[in-house]
């Protein structure tokens, strides 16, 4: 075999395989199918989303939700969807979190629908008092009025993957104890939704808007008197470090969501979109309430082992002293949500419906 026919031969070989090997690089389109629809994406090509939210990096809902959350979707996709976690507000500003999906800023995110005021009012129905006891009971209400359409305009600008809630909002307050509705005139208290400060309000005291990344300096430079928070983010947020003074009583809820890019979703192949889908809508609404709902019980008792004072309210809406000012928050919210066109309250009808059917 002449030196030269060697050389012809190995060469081609080469180029043979290298041709072969370009055919797994994870930049090439996928193949259009002969029907117009979109074909599988290649097996080596990944796509990652990257997801912003507020919570810490060291939070039960990054730990134990979303970390969870991400790895099992990689799992599902057989390493083709790959998650990028952003906590602290990293990526997004809190506030800004929603409109940053919808513009394809980021991926993925999730927010507090109060966040924003005016944005979503008539989600924030949802929030208020006497309508939910729990975050998992809070979660279902918000993904069944969602999932029934009650709610569902509010989020078309971007693909909502799931709703979630948080335990409810009870007074904490760094000097003075709240035993009574008077007990809040005066003092400024962190507002987290324009329910709550409609709320705040309607007792005396000046609402004040604030991220919750900010409310720990704020309390310890006295800028604010108190705030009403769930019990999990008082320990998330080290609010239990400068706050002594508990008033346990369901006085409001919050509504928060997962959303994702509409364009980003609707890209993905078939397969992926079901991948996505099977991992989102009430089986996550769930389950963060499931986390959430553990984590509220136990800094509530750690609470009370460390001798902080706290008094319990726990039906607050046929309370003698707590019914009156709630009751006047709750329909001074609802008259809000009507002037802007809303039919408020046969939300607030649907809201408490879908209440009694999330219990337990």
Same mark, same amino acid.
């Given at each position: 075999m002449s030196v030269k026919y060697l050389s012809a031969l190995v060469m081609s070989v080469t180029m043979a395989f290298a041709l072969t090997a370009c055919g797994g690089d994870k930049s090439s389109k996928p193949a259009e199918g002969g029907d117009g629809g979109k074909a599988e994406?290649?097996?080596?090509e990944v796509t990652t989303l990257r997801f912003s939210h507020f919570w810490p990096a060291t939070s039960s809902i990054q730990k134990e939700v979303f970390e969870?959350?991400?790895?099992?979707?990689?799992?599902?996709?057989k390493g083709r969807l790959k998650i990028e976690l952003y906590p602290s507000a990293t990526l997004s500003k809190p506030?800004? &979190?929603?409109?940053?999906?919808?513009?394809? $800023?980021?991926?993925?995110?999730?927010?507090?629908?109060?966040? $924003?005021?005016?944005?979503?009012?008539?989600?924030?129905?949802?929030?208020?008092?006497?309508?939910?006891?729990?975050?998992?009971?809070m979660g279902c209400i918000m993904q069944t009025l969602y999932d029934d359409g009650t709610i569902a305009d509010e989020y078309k600008d971007s693909h909502l993957?799931?709703?979630?809630?948080?335990?409810?909002? &009870?007074?904490?307050?760094?000097?003075?104890?709240?035993?009574k509705p008077e007990d809040m005139k005066g003092l400024r208290i962190r507002r987290p939704s324009a329910v709550a400060g409609d709320i705040i309000e309607s007792m005396g005291a000046s609402?004040?808007?604030?991220?919750?990344?900010?409310?720990? &300096?704020?309390?310890?430079?006295?800028?604010?008197?108190?705030?009403?928070?769930?019990w999990e983010a008082v320990?998330?947020?080290?609010i239990d470090e400068v706050t002594h003074n508990h008033t346990n009583i369901p006085f409001y809820s919050s509504g928060l969501m997962? &959303?994702?890019?509409?364009?980003?979703?609707?890209?993905?192949?078939d397969d992926l979109k079901k991948v996505i889908d099977d991992n989102s809508?009430?089986?996550?609404?769930?389950?963060?309430?499931?986390?959430f709902d553990k984590h509220d019980k136990a800094v509530l008792e750690a609470a009370k082992v460390a001798g902080d004072k706290v008094i319990e309210v726990p039906d607050p809406l046929n309370d003698p002293d707590w019914a009156g000012p709630l009751k006047k928050g709750t329909q001074k919210y609802l008259d809000s949500v009507s002037k802007g066109g809303a039919d408020a309250q046969a939300v607030y009808e649907k809201a408490k419906a879908a209440s009694e059917a999330c219990k337990g």
């Amino acid at each position: 075999m002449s030196v030269k026919y060697l050389s012809a031969l190995v060469m081609s070989v080469t180029m043979a395989f290298a041709l072969t090997a370009c055919g797994g690089d994870k930049s090439s389109k996928p193949a259009e199918g002969g029907d117009g629809g979109k074909a599988e994406a290649p097996a080596g090509e990944v796509t990652t989303l990257r997801f912003s939210h507020f919570w810490p990096a060291t939070s039960s809902i990054q730990k134990e939700v979303f970390e969870p959350w991400a790895k099992k979707i990689e799992e599902d996709s057989k390493g083709r969807l790959k998650i990028e976690l952003y906590p602290s507000a990293t990526l997004s500003k809190p506030q800004a &979190t929603y409109d940053a999906a919808v513009k394809g $800023t980021v991926d993925i995110g999730s927010q507090a629908q109060g966040y $924003t005021n005016g944005r979503f009012p008539v989600t924030q129905i949802t929030e208020l008092p006497g309508l939910s006891s729990s975050a998992t009971q809070m979660g279902c209400i918000m993904q069944t009025l969602y999932d029934d359409g009650t709610i569902a305009d509010e989020y078309k600008d971007s693909h909502l993957l799931f709703m979630y809630g948080a335990g409810p909002g &009870t007074l904490h307050t760094t000097e003075k104890l709240i035993e009574k509705p008077e007990d809040m005139k005066g003092l400024r208290i962190r507002r987290p939704s324009a329910v709550a400060g409609d709320i705040i309000e309607s007792m005396g005291a000046s609402p004040v808007g604030l991220p919750a990344g900010d409310v720990y &300096t704020s309390l310890q430079k006295g800028v604010i008197d108190g705030l009403s928070f769930p019990w999990e983010a008082v320990k998330t947020f080290r609010i239990d470090e400068v706050t002594h003074n508990h008033t346990n009583i369901p006085f409001y809820s919050s509504g928060l969501m997962v &959303t994702m890019n509409k364009a980003k979703y609707e890209a993905l192949s078939d397969d992926l979109k079901k991948v996505i889908d099977d991992n989102s809508g009430m089986l996550m609404a769930k389950k963060v309430g499931e986390v959430f709902d553990k984590h509220d019980k136990a800094v509530l008792e750690a609470a009370k082992v460390a001798g902080d004072k706290v008094i319990e309210v726990p039906d607050p809406l046929n309370d003698p002293d707590w019914a009156g000012p709630l009751k006047k928050g709750t329909q001074k919210y609802l008259d809000s949500v009507s002037k802007g066109g809303a039919d408020a309250q046969a939300v607030y009808e649907k809201a408490k419906a879908a209440s009694e059917a999330c219990k337990g």
